[in-house]
């Protein structure tokens, strides 16, 4: 494995990105929404750096079955989402790769009769973009490899590292948990 990001290096980053949302939302009442699983580890991190009022949910989406590192078909379930109609939501992902996901999911969260909907992701791989929208705050931009770390999993491991690295086609090949 190869780190791609240390752990000084993204806690600089949410609070660099802790202080934009400071300075765009303070006043207003903001739903922030992690998006499961990936999301937990930078929403935990994020929401105690935001010192204003604000609600915290989850919603639930996945894409990656089975041993895979390519993407399968996305499913969603926003039935534990809070209501939040009438709320400036913020969304809050992992990452931004071809943008699916977030596409997807801001869409649902219009639907259930938001006032706003913005997005913030920790990472955006860079020439992935497959929709028209893009997240509104972004940590970092990376390389387009798959990263495990802060979060983000290989099956659901790696999720606890506290800092980001890339999972190299050697390391995959004599993968076992
Ligand atoms: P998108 O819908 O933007 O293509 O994919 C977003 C989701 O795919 C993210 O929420 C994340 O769970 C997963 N994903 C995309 N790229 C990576 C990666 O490099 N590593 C891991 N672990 N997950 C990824
Ligand atoms: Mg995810």
Redesign the pocket.
């Known amino acids: 494995m190869k780190t791609i990001l240390t752990e000084e290096a993204i806690h600089a980053g949410v609070r660099r990105l802790a202080t934009q949302i400071i300075d765009d939302f303070r006043g207003e009442r903001l739903a922030v929404m992690g998006?499961m699983t990936?999301?937990v580890v930078f929403l935990a991190d994020l929401i105690r750096q935001l010192d204003f009022p604000l609600r915290v949910g989850v919603v639930w989406?996945?894409?990656?079955r089975g041993s895979t590192?390519v993407?399968g078909e996305?499913s969603v379930n926003t039935a534990m989402m809070p209501n939040v109609s009438g709320e400036h939501v913020l969304l809050i992902?992992?990452?931004?790769?071809?943008?699916?996901?977030?596409a997807h999911l801001l869409q649902e969260i219009q639907k259930c009769g938001a006032a706003s909907v913005r997005s913030a992701v920790l990472l955006r791989?860079q020439g992935?973009r497959?929709v028209t929208i893009v997240p509104d705050y972004v940590a970092f931009e990376i390389p387009d490899?798959?990263?495990?770390g802060y979060g983000?999993?290989?099956q659901d491991y790696y999720r606890h590292l506290p800092y980001l690295a890339a999972l190299e086609p050697d390391d995959l090949a004599k993968w076992q948990p």
């Open positions: 998006v990936g999301s989406a996945s894409s990656y590192t993407r996305l992902d992992d990452i931004f790769d071809t943008g699916h996901t977030l791989k992935r497959e490899e798959f990263v495990v983000l999993d290989y």
